[in-house]
């Protein structure tokens, strides 16, 4: 059995530092060395909440995600990533930030022991946009590769084409291409997949439960633990 827990970074740097860990040994095997979201300070950033998967088993983790909620002081990965790119970026955000707030999901990774469950694009992300009505914000942007763009959407995000090539850029490494997602209004899940919608707004109602989920290789339960208490 898998657990997906949420809690904000500084209240638990042990399961950090393995999450920083595990991501970094994925990302090298894609020979992906250098990226902004897999700096570590985000450990140590008190306006960071972490969604973690792990094995029941030994609570070790087998997947993760993050949300940073906009700061002045504390930039957005994102920021970092494309602002060579897109100096526009910065205030973008800035207008979002004073519009309810603003955030990013990011990081989000799995281990290669659950390749095919869906863990990332699935469930890790389901769990981000559910959970994210609990913080003080009113829309999400996301940096998403071309490979998962499509199951981006499906959670409710749009491109947003005021960035980089409408949307796109190279990024993290030349060849690799990013797109720049946001969903303007996180409590409308307009634009997300029927499916998907019903299951954020479930598990939104509902934030600590066990559900059964399938893929078309695996079927698994899930123990979620989205409860923010804050």
Same mark, same amino acid.
């Given at each position: ?9 500084v209240d638990d740097v042990e399961a950090c530092n393995l999450y920083a860990l595990e991501h970094m040994e994925i990302l090298k095997i894609f020979g992906i060395t250098k990226i902004t979201t897999a700096n570590n300070s985000w450990i140590t950033n ?55 707030? $603003? ?48 199951? $981006? ?78």
């Open positions: 059995m898998i657990r997906i827990r949420a809690f904000r970074a008190p306006n960071v909440y972490v969604i973690l998967a792990e094995r029941i088993s030994d609570n070790y983790p087998v997947g993760g995600a993050r949300i940073h909620l906009y700061h002045p002081e504390y930039p957005l990965p994102m920021d970092d990533a494309i602002k060579e790119f897109d100096p526009n970026v910065k205030n973008i955000l800035a207008q979002h930030a004073a519009n309810g707030g $603003t955030s990013e999901i990011c990081g989000l990774w799995n281990a290669r022991s659950v390749a095919g469950w869906g863990i990332g694009t699935l469930f890790l992300a389901r769990a981000g946009v559910a959970m994210c009505t609990q913080l003080p914000l009113n829309s999400m942007f996301v940096l998403c590769g071309g490979h998962t763009i499509g199951i $981006t959407l499906e959670k409710g995000f749009t491109i947003d084409e005021r960035l980089g090539n409408k949307g796109t850029f190279y990024y993290p490494k030349e060849g690799l291409v990013a797109t720049a997602g946001i969903i303007n209004n996180v409590y409308d899940l307009k634009h997300a997949k029927d499916e998907d919608k019903k299951i954020i707004e479930n598990l939104r109602a509902n934030p600590e439960q066990k559900r059964t989920e399938s893929t078309e290789k695996v079927t698994f339960d899930i123990e979620y633990r989205l409860n923010l208490n804050l």
